[in-house]
Structure formats: C-alpha cells, structure tokens
C-alpha cells in the first residue's frame, strides 16, 4: 500500500535487489550530492554548536574573531559566490554530457555521470551552498557579538569549492580525451568479466557434462517469462543451491543481455524433484527490466567500446578507432583468461545443475570485433589494424583460440576489393596478416590470400 504512494521514480528502487540498488543509486548524479548535502547539515550543527552553545571565542586568538555582522556579510555573500560556481559546473557538465553522446554514444553518458570524481564534484558544491544557506537562517537572528567557528568553516568551503571547480573542468577535459575514455570503458568491462564471469560463475564451471538426467528431460518443464524486457541479472549460486536441493537441471533458453517477450520461455528444468516444485520458484532468480545493465552483460561494454570505433570511422577519425581496437584486444585477452568456456554449472558435488545458453569465444570475438568491421566496410586503414589486433591476441593467447582468431581475419579480408587498394595500404595489410598468420600456423593460408592481392606473386617465395 505505501509503494502506491511513492513517486515512480522512487518505487522502482524498492522493487529492485540489493545489487541492483546499488549499481542504480551510484549511476545517478543525485545519489553522492545527497550525501554531502546531508554532511552539511550534520556540519551546520556542529559549527553552530560551538559557537553558540560551547561559546570557543575565549579560548581562541583574537585575530579569528569575527564581529556578527561581518559573519553574516560573508555569509550572505559567499551563498551567491558558490551557486555561481555551481552553474558553471552544472553548465560543463552538460557540456560534455552533450560532447559524448554526440560524438561517441549516448550509452556512455552513464559512465560519467557515475564517475566517482565527477559525484563528488557536484557533491561538494551541493554540500556547500546548503551549508552557508542553512547557516544563514540561524546567524541572522543569533544574540552572539563574537563568531569563530562559523567564518573560519566557511571560508574553508568556499576555498574548497574554488579548487573543486577547477579540479572538476580538468577532470572533463581530461576525461573527455579519447585514450582516457576508451581506457575506462576497457576497465568496466574487465571488471564485470572479473566480478561475474570469475568470482561468481567459475568456482561452478565444469566441462565434464556428467549425468544430465537425459531420460527426465524428455519431460521437461518449460517456464515463460510473465513480462517482457531485458534480462539483467540471474543469481546463479542461490539457483544452483535450489536445484542442488530439488535433485533438478535447469537450462537457461536466454542469456543475460537479451530482450525477452512476455510469454518466451525462460527456461526449462527435469530430474527426479521435479514433479515437486513450482513452475514460477526460479522466475524470482532472475531480474527483468526495460533496459540492458552492466551488472553481468559483458557484452553492453564490448558494444560500448566497438560504438566508439564506428562514430570514429563515420567522423574520418581513424586515431580514435585504432585506440579503440587496441583497448578492445586488452578486453578480448581477459575474456580468455578470466572465462572457462563451457555451459554447465555444477554443484558441489560436482553434479551439473544448470545448462546455460552456450557462448563460445568466437562468440566474444564476434561482439568485440564484428561491428567494427561491418562498419568499416572498405576503409583499408581500419581493416588493416583489426588484422593488426587479431595478431596480437593471437601471439598472446591459448592455442586452442588460433583457428578461430585465423578464420574471423580470413573471412575479414573476403569482402574486399584488392582491385581498389592502393599498394602500399596492400603491402601494409598482407604484413600484418602475415602476422597473424605466423602466429596461428596458418602461413599455407596466408599464401592463398596472397595471391587474391598478388596473382602473379611467386608461390615459393
């Protein structure tokens, strides 16, 4: 009843989990000013207390007293001083909030926003001007000839508020640089691989399939999605501990990142309890919402990162796509350190318990590197780095990757027009695929696209 009367705005937060709360409170820019607005009252007692109550004027140097009207002038004059420093603020920010949406992508505006610099830029303005504004309510009327306390915390916050601003438009500018971006996006997205795809999903990883129940999943029981939207968050270990304890298998038909229909089925479960449990038990593991997260969706980073590389191929900036692809092959190395690529999840006693959507590496190479390349189209330059890049991961990671890594840059080069290539952006592009080809041992390949660029190219050489 009382969350029919809460602001929507607000409700949502109620219906949400713990995690979820938290990446949602600390993405908004109202969540750390809240806090300093609320040190500032906290602040405004105290000063107000010894000067007031506690009376500090006797026990301190003359020459930091202040007669009252002289306290109240500084006052009264610094309450405008700080809200005109927040308006610039709050003018820079929506500056360079405008700056990433129109030149990189509007999903990174969160990224910002949520920056731990920026929340406490705004908070130290927000928590300022409430200060000296709340302080003039009460030393407008007070009997008190002599204060200490109260000028000296405020010329202090306002010194504060003074280096702030200028630490908060260097913090825009600095952040706003192309290496700075892409290297921030690059460590969102290695700590989501680290936090989800490590600590919470491979202590249960396993590539032995075990006893699936394979006679039970003739049976099995479909469950639907009772809401459309995208899947945000599945908790696997609580799944995984219920299954443990209903003797059942779960498999996940969908992925975290995807958008479900009302009436899609979810998942699927069988095994010996399963006549015995809720078709809906599993429905509150996992969380729905209208939009996609990066609370377990490495791939909402990895199209953040590629989103980047494209609006700079569509603006002729080809620096800050090759950045781009550079971060991304960093990104893709992690993937491959952090993930054991298998669907099953088992449990302690090492008996499979969920079979979750497969996703392979190619999969992940796909997601890092194919949009970059449907964009890129005929642009040489571009081409010739993501050839580049996939060299380096190559010459960086397990073996067992190299024949999908040689066969995502072959059929990278097929659709190009060696008709249309400039020789050198030619000699350029086959030395890097050379690379590429040396690394994964595939140099009888590399002699075959060789001569789609070189017809006549000698075959022994």
Excluded at 6 to 20: A, D, G, I
Excluded at 43 to 64: G, H, K, Q, R, S
Excluded at 133 to 145: P, Q, T
Aim: aromatic content about 12%.
């Amino acid at each position: 009843m009382l969350l029919d009367i809460l602001p929507v705005s607000l409700r949502k937060y109620l219906k949400m989990s713990k995690r979820q709360r938290k990446n949602e409170m600390q993405s908004t820019l109202w969540y750390m000013p809240m806090l300093y607005i609320g040190l500032a009252i906290l602040l405004v007692a105290v000063t107000l207390f010894l000067d007031l109550v506690v009376n500090v004027a006797p026990y301190t140097f003359e020459i930091l007293h202040f007669n009252a009207s002289v306290t109240r002038t500084l006052v009264s004059t610094l309450i405008g001083g700080i809200l005109t420093l927040s308006a610039f603020t709050i003018n820079s920010l929506l500056v360079v909030l405008t700056t990433f949406s129109g030149q990189f992508s509007p999903r990174m505006l969160l990224n910002f926003t949520s920056d731990k610099q920026t929340q406490h830029a705004l908070g130290i303005f927000n928590g300022s001007f409430i200060y000296v504004l709340v302080l003039f309510l009460f030393i407008g009327s007070a009997d008190n000839e002599v204060f200490v306390t109260v000028p000296l915390v405020t010329i202090a916050l306002a010194f504060i508020a003074a280096v702030t601003f200028i630490y908060f438009i260097n913090h825009a500018t600095t952040w706003m640089q192309v290496h700075n971006i892409t290297y921030s996006m690059k460590e969102v997205s290695e700590k989501i691989v680290y936090n989800t795809l490590r600590v919470e999903l491979e202590p249960y990883r396993t590539k032995e399939k075990g006893d699936l129940m394979e006679e039970g999943r003739k049976l099995a029981e479909q469950v639907k999605i009772e809401t459309s939207g995208y899947l945000q968050l599945i908790h696997y270990r609580k799944m995984i501990e219920e299954a443990r304890k209903d003797n059942i298998i779960i498999e996940l038909h969908s992925q975290v990142g995807d958008y479900i229909l009302e009436g899609n089925v979810l998942y699927s479960f069988w095994g010996p309890g399963a006549k015995s449990v809720g078709r809906q038990k599993y429905l509150q593991m996992v969380e729905m919402g209208h939009k996609e997260t990066e609370i377990q969706d490495i791939q909402m980073g990895m199209h953040k990162l590629a989103e980047i590389a494209i609006k700079a191929v569509g603006n002729d900036d080809p620096k800050t796509a090759t950045n781009t692809i550079h971060k991304m092959t960093e990104l893709m190395l992690s993937i491959d350190s952090y993930i054991t690529f298998t669907p099953y999840l088992a449990d302690e006693n090492h008996q499979v318990r969920i079979i979750m959507k497969e996703e392979t590496f190619e999969y992940y190479l796909y997601r890092g590197f194919g949009f970059i390349r449907h964009y890129a189209g005929d642009n040489h330059l571009i081409i010739t780095e993501i050839i580049s890049g996939l060299a380096m991961v190559a010459d960086s990671i397990d073996s067992s990757k190299h024949e999908a890594i040689w066969k995502f840059g072959c059929n990278t080069l097929d659709h190009i027009e060696n008709k249309l290539i400039y020789e050198l952006d030619k000699t350029f592009l086959l030395q890097e695929f050379h690379k590429l080809a040396s690394a994964t041992g595939n140099m009888d390949g590399y002699r075959e696209i060789e001569k789609k660029f070189y017809p006549a190219a000698n075959e022994n050489v």
